[in-house]
């Protein structure tokens, strides 16, 4: 079955306690029943975010890393960058040779 992915509006809709996502690593997380250690408010005021700065900066346990496979929702959606005509990214450089 493949993975569900999330639009940035999606995940928009669940910043509050009563519906919390949050991303780490491009991943998705619903943590609105999860009994964070440090308590859940530090849970909740990243909802609806990318939380990966947050996660990172405290450091976690190898538990935790594999506890978060049960709380994945699926992957954030990502758009490609906008292309020139070219299909060259815009602000690019690119060699010329004649």
Request: proline fraction near 5%; include cysteine; charged fraction near 15%.
């Amino acid at each position: 079955q493949p993975e569900w992915t999330v639009s940035a509006e999606e995940l928009a809709r669940h910043a509050t306690s009563e519906s919390c996502w949050i991303v780490i690593h491009g991943g998705v997380y619903d943590v609105t029943t999860f009994h964070h250690p440090g308590g859940n408010d530090r849970l909740f005021e990243k909802g609806g975010s990318d939380a990966t700065s947050a996660f990172e900066a405290i450091g976690h346990s190898d538990h935790a890393h594999n506890h978060m496979q049960a709380l994945r929702v699926g992957q954030m959606a990502f758009h490609p960058p906008v292309s020139g005509s070219a299909g060259i990214p815009l602000g690019a450089t690119t060699a010329l040779h004649s």
